[in-house]
C-alpha cells in the first residue's frame, strides 16, 4: 500500500480501555499513517460503558504527550465525554477528518454494539460530520497481538479515505478474528444474540454480601452465514455499518392498532 | 378504566434517577395497579449512563420494603445492571410479564434514547420476552407533576397487556409532555437531531482546572410530523417503539464496492 500520509488530514482517537492500554498506542500508530492526531482516552478502564455520558461528576483533562503531530491526552470521563470534548471544547470550528476508537482489546460484534464504550464513542464520532471506525481485536488480554488488527484496520480506513463517494455519518463496527491466517474481510450485519448473566456472591470482611457481574452469550442464528458472528467464527474481519435510528418500524402498525 | 390488577402477574419496575426519586414511586403505582411488583433501581442517580453495564466494581443489593405483592431494591449498578440483576438472579427462571423503567424526570425522545438509562434499562427489559415500557416526563424537577404520565403511562400499558397480539421483544419509548392539556397519544418515529455540548471551565481549590458537561440541542427537522419531537412540541404523548439491530442496511452496498 502506498503511503497516505496527508498533513491536512486530523485524525481523532480514542478508546474504551484508557490511555494506557496497548490497543490506543496501536490505534494511533494506524492513525498516524494517515495524518496528523489528536488522541483523547478515558483516564481509566471504561469497558462497557456504551454510550454513557457524565452529568454528576467533574472532568479533568491530562496531557500526556506532544510533539508534532501527535498530542495524547487523558480526559476523566466516559469514551463519549472523550469525543464530546475533544470535538466541542478542544477542537472546536477544526475540521477533522476521521474518528478511530480502539484497538479494543476484545470483541464488539452481535449485541455487544450496545453495551461497547469502544462502539459507544465510534457511534459518537459519526455526530461530527467525519467517518468513524470502532476497531477491535478478538483478544481480551493486555499483551495481544495487533499486528492483524493494525493491518486491516488500515486497509479498511485508506478505503474509506479515498472513496470519492462520502456517506453522512458512516461508522463501522470493524471486529477481527485472532486467529493465525485471516481470510479477508466480510461486510456483514449485527448477528441477533444476546447475554444471560451470572452474579458470582462473595462477602465483603465486614460481613456484606456483593455480586460480580458475568455472563455467557447465545447465538440465535449460528447457521446465518450474513452476519459478524459468522464471519468472525470462519476467520474473517467483520464490519457492519452502524446506523443510529432505533425506531422498530415494523411495530408501528401494530402500535398504531393497540393505542387507538 | 375497569381494573386490571392479576395476582398472577409479575411486573419489574427500574428507573436511572435512583431508588429515592419520585418518579420511581410514581411507576411502581403505576404497575401496582397490574400485578405483583418487584422494583430494583439504582441506589444512586445514574442518568445518563445508557446501556452501560459495570465490569469493574463489586455490585451490592439493599431491601428498602417489602409487603405482599411489592418489594423495593436499590443495586448499586447502572439501569442496566438492575434489569440484568432482578432477572437473571433475583427472579431465575420465574415469568415476568412487564418491565417498566421510570418515570423519568426529564425526556427521553429523539437522541436522548441512545444516552438515556431508564431506555437502556427499558431496552434491556424487553431481552428478557416480555413487552418493556421505558416513561418520561418532560420536567427534570424533583416534585415535578407525574398525574399525566401514570395516567397516560397506565393506558398504554393496559392496551399492550391487553393485545391479542404479543410482538417479540416489543420496547416502548413512551414521553409526556408537561403540559396543561395533553391531546393524545400519536405513535412516531425517533426525530434527527444532536447534542453540541458547552464544557463549563472551572478552578478546584488545589488550582487544577475542570470541566463540567453540558449542551443544547438541535432538531434537525423540525418541521417533520412524524417525529416523537414534533409530537411533544404540539402536546401529544410520543410512543416510539424501539428495535436493537444498529446495522445500516443502507451502507452495505457502498460498503462491498469500496472493501472489495
Known amino acids: 500500500m502506498k ?18 492500554a496497548p490497543g490506543f498506542a496501536a490505534a494511533i500508530e494506524v492513525a498516524r499513517e494517515f495524518g496528523r492526531v489528536v488522541a483523547v482516552a478515558p483516564a481509566t478502564p471504561q469497558s462497557g460503558r456504551s454510550q454513557a455520558i457524565t452529568i454528576y461528576d467533574p472532568l479533568f483533562l491530562r496531557k500526556h504527550h506532544s510533539e508534532p503531530g501527535l498530542e495524547i491526552y487523558s480526559f476523566s470521563g466516559t469514551p463519549v465525554d472523550c469525543v464530546k470534548f475533544t ?4 477542537l472546536k470550528d477544526v ?19 450496545l453495551y461497547s464504550g469502544t462502539m459507544g464513542a465510534a457511534i459518537e464520532g459519526s455526530f461530527y460530520g467525519c467517518p468513524s471506525v470502532g476497531l477491535s481485536l478478538l483478544d481480551h488480554s493486555h499483551d495481544a497481538d495487533f499486528t492483524d488488527a493494525k493491518r486491516y484496520g488500515r486497509e479498511i480506513i485508506a478505503s474509506v479515505l479515498s472513496s470519492e ?7 463501522l463496527n470493524v471486529n477481527v478474528p485472532a486467529v493465525a491466517e485471516i481470510k479477508g474481510v466480510r461486510v456483514c450485519r449485527q448477528c441477533r444474540g444476546l447475554w444471560r448473566e451470572d452474579f458470582f456472591p462473595h462477602v465483603d470482611p465486614n460481613g456484606r454480601q456483593y455480586f460480580w457481574l458475568t455472563g455467557d452469550y447465545t447465538n440465535y442464528e449460528p447457521q446465518a452465514e450474513d452476519t459478524d458472528e459468522w464471519a468472525l467464527a470462519n476467520g474473517y474481519v467483520s464490519v457492519v455499518p452502524i446506523q443510529i435510528d432505533l425506531t422498530s418500524y415494523r411495530d408501528m402498525d401494530y402500535l398504531n392498532k393497540i393505542l387507538k
Chains 1, 2 share one sequence.
Do not use: A, P, W
Not at 470535538?87 to 478542544?90: A, K, L, S, V
Open 95 to 113: 475540521k477533522v477528518d476521521l474518528v478511530i476508537s480502539g484497538i479494543n482489546h476484545g470483541s464488539n460484534s452481535t449485541i455487544n454494539v
Open 3 to 20: 503511503t497516505m500520509y496527508d498533513k491536512d488530514r486530523l485524525i481523532v482517537v480514542t478508546n474504551d480501555d484508557g490511555y494506557e
Open 165 to 171: 463517494e462520502q456517506r453522512e455519518q458512516l461508522c
Open 87 to 90: 470535538f466541542d471544547h478542544m
